[in-house]
Protein backbone atom coordinates (compact mmCIF):
# COMPACT_ATOMS: atom_id res chain seq x y z
CA UNK A 1 0.00 0.00 0.00
CA UNK A 2 1.23 3.10 -0.76
CA UNK A 3 1.70 6.14 1.72
CA UNK A 4 1.64 9.73 0.98
CA UNK A 5 4.18 12.02 3.53
CA UNK A 6 2.89 15.57 2.84
CA UNK A 7 5.99 17.98 4.12
CA UNK A 8 5.70 20.39 5.95
CA UNK A 9 3.11 19.94 7.99
CA UNK A 10 2.53 23.39 8.88
CA UNK A 11 3.73 26.30 6.03
CA UNK A 12 3.79 29.98 7.23
CA UNK A 13 3.81 32.28 3.97
CA UNK A 14 2.70 35.60 3.47
CA UNK A 15 0.47 37.42 1.76
CA UNK A 16 1.57 37.73 -1.73
CA UNK A 17 4.56 35.48 -1.67
CA UNK A 18 5.03 31.82 -3.07
CA UNK A 19 3.86 28.76 -1.38
CA UNK A 20 5.48 25.24 -2.32
CA UNK A 21 3.61 21.97 -0.54
CA UNK A 22 5.46 18.49 -1.04
CA UNK A 23 3.68 15.28 -1.11
CA UNK A 24 6.03 12.39 -1.55
CA UNK A 25 4.73 8.58 -2.54
CA UNK A 26 6.45 5.41 -0.69
CA UNK A 27 6.48 3.45 -3.87
CA UNK A 28 6.33 4.99 -7.52
CA UNK A 29 3.08 5.26 -9.64
CA UNK A 30 1.43 6.81 -12.28
CA UNK A 31 0.70 10.54 -12.20
CA UNK A 32 -2.82 9.45 -10.34
CA UNK A 33 -2.40 12.20 -8.23
CA UNK A 34 -5.37 14.74 -7.19
CA UNK A 35 -4.52 18.12 -4.92
CA UNK A 36 -7.35 19.03 -2.78
CA UNK A 37 -7.99 22.30 -0.42
CA UNK A 38 -10.11 22.23 2.82
CA UNK A 39 -10.97 24.84 4.61
CA UNK A 40 -12.47 24.90 8.28
CA UNK A 41 -16.04 23.21 8.11
CA UNK A 42 -15.63 22.75 5.03
CA UNK A 43 -15.51 19.67 2.38
CA UNK A 44 -12.43 19.03 0.67
CA UNK A 45 -12.09 21.10 -2.66
CA UNK A 46 -10.40 19.16 -5.68
CA UNK A 47 -7.67 21.76 -7.05
CA UNK A 48 -5.60 19.19 -9.29
CA UNK A 49 -6.13 15.86 -10.73
CA UNK A 50 -3.43 14.08 -13.23
CA UNK A 51 -0.92 15.49 -10.57
CA UNK A 52 -0.79 18.99 -13.46
CA UNK A 53 -4.33 19.89 -14.52
CA UNK A 54 -6.23 22.22 -12.88
CA UNK A 55 -9.92 21.04 -11.88
CA UNK A 56 -12.83 23.33 -13.38
CA UNK A 57 -12.74 26.79 -11.64
CA UNK A 58 -9.46 27.07 -10.15
CA UNK A 59 -7.67 29.94 -10.44
CA UNK A 60 -4.19 29.91 -12.25
CA UNK A 61 -2.28 30.75 -9.48
CA UNK A 62 -2.68 26.88 -8.23
CA UNK A 63 -0.35 24.71 -10.21
CA UNK A 64 1.12 21.42 -9.90
CA UNK A 65 3.97 19.02 -10.93
CA UNK A 66 5.93 16.26 -10.43
CA UNK A 67 6.02 12.12 -10.98
CA UNK A 68 6.80 8.92 -9.63
CA UNK A 69 7.50 9.75 -5.98
CA UNK A 70 7.56 13.40 -5.96
CA UNK A 71 4.96 15.71 -6.19
CA UNK A 72 4.72 19.25 -5.57
CA UNK A 73 1.81 21.83 -5.02
CA UNK A 74 2.58 25.56 -5.86
CA UNK A 75 0.47 28.55 -5.46
CA UNK A 76 2.26 31.16 -7.11
CA UNK A 77 0.66 34.29 -5.23
CA UNK A 78 -1.41 33.48 -2.23
CA UNK A 79 -4.45 35.07 -1.26
CA UNK A 80 -6.01 35.79 2.07
CA UNK A 81 -8.90 32.77 1.17
CA UNK A 82 -6.15 30.31 0.06
CA UNK A 83 -5.02 29.78 3.30
CA UNK A 84 -6.49 26.40 4.47
CA UNK A 85 -5.35 22.69 4.55
CA UNK A 86 -4.23 20.87 1.53
CA UNK A 87 -4.20 17.08 0.90
CA UNK A 88 -2.41 14.97 -1.77
CA UNK A 89 -4.47 11.43 -2.58
CA UNK A 90 -3.74 8.74 -4.64
CA UNK A 91 -5.72 5.75 -6.43
CA UNK A 92 -4.32 2.18 -6.52
CA UNK A 93 -5.96 0.51 -9.69
CA UNK A 94 -6.45 -2.97 -8.00
CA UNK A 95 -7.66 -3.66 -5.59
CA UNK A 96 -9.45 0.20 -5.59
CA UNK A 97 -8.09 1.91 -3.07
CA UNK A 98 -7.53 5.29 -2.59
CA UNK A 99 -4.82 7.15 0.09
CA UNK A 100 -4.38 10.52 1.01
CA UNK A 101 -2.03 12.35 2.75
CA UNK A 102 -1.77 13.58 6.34
CA UNK A 103 -2.11 17.11 5.12
CA UNK A 104 0.03 20.65 4.93
CA UNK A 105 -1.69 23.63 7.11
CA UNK A 106 -0.86 26.61 5.08
CA UNK A 107 -1.18 29.45 7.13
CA UNK A 108 -0.80 32.88 7.53
CA UNK A 109 2.63 34.60 8.14
CA UNK B 1 -25.82 20.82 -10.86
CA UNK B 2 -24.56 17.91 -8.40
CA UNK B 3 -25.16 17.56 -5.37
CA UNK B 4 -24.54 15.57 -2.76
CA UNK B 5 -26.03 15.53 0.68
CA UNK B 6 -24.72 13.04 4.38
CA UNK B 7 -27.21 11.98 6.28
CA UNK B 8 -27.51 10.01 9.82
CA UNK B 9 -27.30 9.83 13.29
CA UNK B 10 -25.24 12.68 15.04
CA UNK B 11 -24.18 10.12 17.89
CA UNK B 12 -24.10 6.36 17.96
CA UNK B 13 -23.51 4.02 21.11
CA UNK B 14 -20.00 2.17 21.63
CA UNK B 15 -20.95 -1.82 19.76
CA UNK B 16 -24.01 -0.43 17.66
CA UNK B 17 -24.65 -0.21 14.03
CA UNK B 18 -23.93 3.03 12.07
CA UNK B 19 -26.26 3.71 9.43
CA UNK B 20 -25.45 6.66 6.95
CA UNK B 21 -27.28 7.62 4.00
CA UNK B 22 -25.93 9.46 0.67
CA UNK B 23 -28.82 11.12 -1.05
CA UNK B 24 -27.91 12.99 -4.56
CA UNK B 25 -28.78 14.48 -7.46
CA UNK B 26 -26.90 15.99 -11.21
CA UNK B 27 -25.73 12.52 -11.96
CA UNK B 28 -27.13 8.72 -11.86
CA UNK B 29 -25.48 5.70 -10.71
CA UNK B 30 -27.13 3.94 -13.61
CA UNK B 31 -24.72 5.48 -15.58
CA UNK B 32 -22.09 3.31 -17.01
CA UNK B 33 -18.48 4.22 -15.40
CA UNK B 34 -20.26 5.73 -12.35
CA UNK B 35 -19.16 5.59 -8.71
CA UNK B 36 -20.15 6.94 -5.18
CA UNK B 37 -17.60 6.62 -2.29
CA UNK B 38 -17.78 7.15 1.49
CA UNK B 39 -14.59 9.11 2.99
CA UNK B 40 -14.65 10.00 6.68
CA UNK B 41 -12.36 12.18 8.90
CA UNK B 42 -11.44 12.29 12.58
CA UNK B 43 -11.25 15.82 14.24
CA UNK B 44 -8.69 17.50 13.33
CA UNK B 45 -7.34 14.48 11.43
CA UNK B 46 -6.57 13.03 7.63
CA UNK B 47 -8.99 11.90 5.19
CA UNK B 48 -9.43 8.12 5.14
CA UNK B 49 -11.32 6.35 2.28
CA UNK B 50 -13.30 3.96 3.33
CA UNK B 51 -15.81 2.27 0.78
CA UNK B 52 -16.87 2.68 -3.07
CA UNK B 53 -19.55 1.45 -4.54
CA UNK B 54 -19.85 1.46 -8.66
CA UNK B 55 -22.70 1.35 -11.25
CA UNK B 56 -22.65 -2.02 -12.11
CA UNK B 57 -22.93 -2.97 -7.90
CA UNK B 58 -19.11 -3.37 -7.84
CA UNK B 59 -18.04 -2.94 -4.36
CA UNK B 60 -14.63 -2.02 -2.64
CA UNK B 61 -13.84 -1.40 0.90
CA UNK B 62 -11.17 -0.47 3.14
CA UNK B 63 -8.94 -3.83 4.20
CA UNK B 64 -8.72 -2.97 7.67
CA UNK B 65 -12.35 -2.13 8.37
CA UNK B 66 -13.86 -4.70 5.36
CA UNK B 67 -15.46 -6.82 7.61
CA UNK B 68 -17.28 -4.01 9.59
CA UNK B 69 -18.49 -2.09 6.20
CA UNK B 70 -21.20 -2.72 3.75
CA UNK B 71 -22.12 -0.37 1.15
CA UNK B 72 -25.51 -0.86 -1.13
CA UNK B 73 -27.35 1.66 -3.47
CA UNK B 74 -30.62 2.21 -4.43
CA UNK B 75 -30.55 3.61 -7.82
CA UNK B 76 -34.14 4.38 -8.01
CA UNK B 77 -33.79 6.81 -4.91
CA UNK B 78 -30.73 8.45 -6.04
CA UNK B 79 -29.27 6.90 -2.65
CA UNK B 80 -26.00 4.94 -1.14
CA UNK B 81 -25.74 3.67 2.28
CA UNK B 82 -22.86 2.78 4.30
CA UNK B 83 -23.27 0.96 7.04
CA UNK B 84 -20.69 -0.10 9.88
CA UNK B 85 -20.89 -2.51 12.84
CA UNK B 86 -19.51 -2.36 15.71
CA UNK B 87 -18.53 1.06 15.94
CA UNK B 88 -16.35 2.40 18.61
CA UNK B 89 -14.85 5.62 19.89
CA UNK B 90 -12.55 5.93 17.05
CA UNK B 91 -15.05 5.64 14.74
CA UNK B 92 -15.74 9.22 15.53
CA UNK B 93 -15.54 11.36 12.68
CA UNK B 94 -17.33 13.63 9.76
CA UNK B 95 -18.20 11.44 7.23
CA UNK B 96 -18.43 12.55 3.38
CA UNK B 97 -19.86 10.77 0.45
CA UNK B 98 -18.11 12.25 -2.88
CA UNK B 99 -18.64 10.99 -6.28
CA UNK B 100 -15.73 9.22 -8.46
CA UNK B 101 -15.90 7.15 -11.75
CA UNK B 102 -13.96 4.25 -12.90
CA UNK B 103 -12.11 5.96 -14.97
CA UNK B 104 -10.94 8.23 -12.64
CA UNK B 105 -9.42 8.44 -9.83
CA UNK B 106 -10.45 11.43 -8.08
CA UNK B 107 -13.49 12.70 -6.03
CA UNK B 108 -14.88 16.09 -7.72
CA UNK B 109 -17.84 16.56 -6.14
CA UNK B 110 -18.34 16.01 -2.36
CA UNK B 111 -21.28 16.43 0.10
CA UNK B 112 -20.91 18.84 3.33
CA UNK B 113 -20.27 15.79 5.36
CA UNK B 114 -22.37 14.54 8.49
CA UNK B 115 -20.38 14.26 11.84
CA UNK B 116 -21.03 11.28 13.71
CA UNK B 117 -19.70 10.99 17.73
CA UNK B 118 -19.63 7.53 18.81
CA UNK B 119 -19.76 7.86 22.82
CA UNK B 120 -22.04 5.74 25.44
Known amino acids: EVVLRQSPATLSVSLGERATLSCRAS??????LAWYQQKPGQAPRLLIY???TRATGIPARFSGSGSGTEFTLTISSLQSEDFAVYYC???????????FGQGTKLEIK | QVTLRESGPALVKPTQTLTLTCTFS??????????VTWIRQPPGKALEWLAR???????YYRTSLKTRLTISKDTSKNQVVLTMTNVDPVDTATYYC????????????WGQGTLVTVSS
Open chain 2, 98 to 109: ARTTKKLYYFDY
Open chain 2, 26 to 35: GFSLSTREMC
Open chain 2, 53 to 59: IDWDDDK
Open chain 1, 27 to 32: LSFSSN
Open chain 1, 50 to 52: AAS
Open chain 1, 89 to 99: QQYNKWPPMYT
